[in-house]
């Protein structure tokens, strides 16, 4: 719109359905306004081109309430995790509605009892967080306790069974399928196919191997399902599990790495012998796994969107931490990325 015609605070008023006089108390902070009311204004104003937008833009950060957001994650050396850990924060500073200060902490040791200790003294710290953890009693009864205290708990990757308030992550029964599809239809022959978790109480991991097993079941039935492996998201471990696997099992064909631990995984199958064709299908584009992929290595990675989980995880925990947000529990299934050898 050109300057002679440009919206005025009068198209402004009519466009957010508020008075003149309520547009001008939020542009000049005369006296206060009900947040909805002003970010109402807001929207408005950058619905119909208002010259002023960015002036408001800046009211609203001015008057927007300080909030830390706290995020625990696993093994600080885990390249996906630094990645997570980064989109985490960019997201927090940038949320609109609170002015965000992330906290971001890793544990590299997952067991139930660390987990849940960390989580209730981060929990302290902050107004809401964000985990990665398998579901275990300690931990459960962590998120209880911090939800006592006022503080939410957002779930990430991999669901809790306590009261949350909320969950981001993929959909892990299409991930299974996805990954039991790949090998199925890779490998040369019917076979033995292994399967690595995280932990038997990782739920996301769980309806991986569960989906998994159930593609089998109904379309490859003639491949035989190994007993799920739990590698502690650990890569030494799913190192050696996987030579075990190609030793234990001359007719093995593929492998699936439900959760982490996937550089083990390719380092073991670098050093087996390469006449031994394997189906490897894992998770999250890394370094790691690129190189792999490109080697022919493993045959398919099965990506988090991480930059779309970071945005809908500190959406929430906004919503979650404003007085006029309500109660309630929100989940997001994010679409996976599928990457092969020839789209990284």
């Not at 008075?19 to 206060?32: H, K, M």
């Amino acid at each position: 719109m050109d300057g002679v015609n440009r919206p005025t605070i009068r198209d402004l008023a009519v466009a957010a359905g508020v008075g003149v006089a309520t547009v001008d108390r939020v542009l000049n902070q005369r006296a206060p306004v009900r947040r909805e009311t002003a970010e109402r204004v807001l929207a408005a104003a950058e619905a119909i081109g208002y010259h002023g937008t960015g002036l408001l833009k800046r009211r609203l950060e001015e008057t927007a309430a300080a909030k830390s957001f706290g995020f625990l994650l696993q093994r600080r050396g885990d390249a996906f995790y630094q990645e997570m850990a980064a989109a985490l924060a960019g997201a927090t500073r940038a949320a609109k509605g609170v002015r965000g200060r992330p906290v971001v902490e890793f544990v590299d040791d997952i067991s139930a009892a660390t987990v849940a200790d960390k989580l209730l003294a981060l929990g302290a710290r902050v107004d809401a967080v964000a985990v990665v953890a398998a579901d275990h009693p300690r931990v459960t009864g962590a998120v209880e306790a911090l939800r006592a205290r006022g503080v939410g708990v957002l779930t990430l990757l991999s669901e809790l069974s306590a009261p949350c308030i909320g969950h981001v992550g993929i959909d892990h029964r299409k991930a299974g399928r996805t990954a039991a599809w790949a090998i199925a239809r890779l490998a040369k022959a019917p076979g033995s196919v292994g399967i690595f978790v995280g932990s038997h109480r990782y739920v996301g991991h769980e309806l991986s191997e569960i989906s998994f097993r159930a593609y089998f079941r109904e379309h490859a039935p003639d491949f035989r399902l190994l007993e799920p492996l739990a590698n502690l998201e650990d890569p030494h471990l799913a190192h050696e599990g996987t030579l075990e696997l190609l030793k234990r099992n001359p007719d093995l064909v593929g492998i699936y790495v439900a959760g982490g631990g996937m550089a083990g995984l390719i380092s073991a199958l670098r050093e087996a012998d390469p006449q031994r064709r394997i189906i490897a299908v894992c998770n999250e584009r890394v370094p790691e796994t690129r190189a792999a992929l490109v080697d022919g290595v493993v045959d398919a990675v099965i990506a988090t969107p991480v930059a779309a989980l970071a945005e809908q995880a500190v959406a929430i925990m906004t919503r979650a931490v404003r007085p006029a947000a309500g109660e309630g529990e929100t989940r997001i299934l994010l679409p996976f990325d599928l990457y092969v050898a020839e789209n990284v």
